[in-house]
């Protein structure tokens, strides 16, 4: 059983910050990946940022240079921080990790969060 539990989310102004955290737990054999998407309603998921366990990052192009991801290998955490927020950054953000599990190692999962609400307000 592996959780993903994430944190940080709110109603900010726009051109403020904000700062997410997911933390994966449970029968976690190793973390492959781990990243953050969004999704409004009516619209598909989409890509925000995702990092390696090497520390390689990728971004959607319209969040370079105003989001950071960043991870904690040690705590299985990884981090986004958002600056200079738009209103339409206003979404569900959903933690993503790939991971292996305990008894099948040899395998690569999915595993998502709960989603977190970001509203950004004009």
């Known amino acids: 059983q592996v959780q993903l539990v994430e944190s940080g989310g709110g109603l900010v102004q726009a051109g403020g910050s904000l700062r997410l955290s997911c933390a994966a737990s449970?029968?976690?054999?190793?973390?492959?990946?781990m990243g953050w998407y969004r999704q409004t309603p009516g619209k598909q998921r989409e890509l925000v940022a995702t990092?390696?366990?090497?520390?390689?990052?990728n971004y959607a192009d319209s969040m370079k240079g105003r989001f950071t991801i960043s991870r904690d290998n040690a705590k299985n955490t990884v981090y986004l921080q958002m600056n200079s927020l738009k209103p339409e950054d206003t979404a569900v953000y959903y933690c993503?990790?790939?991971?292996?599990?305990?008894?099948?190692?040899?395998?690569?999962?999915?595993?998502w969060g709960q989603g977190t609400q970001v509203t950004v307000s004009s």
């Open positions: 993503n990790a790939k991971m292996s599990v305990l008894g099948t190692t040899h395998v690569l999962y999915d595993y």
């Open positions: 449970g029968s976690i054999f190793s973390i492959t990946a």
């Open positions: 990092i390696t366990s090497g520390g390689s990052t």
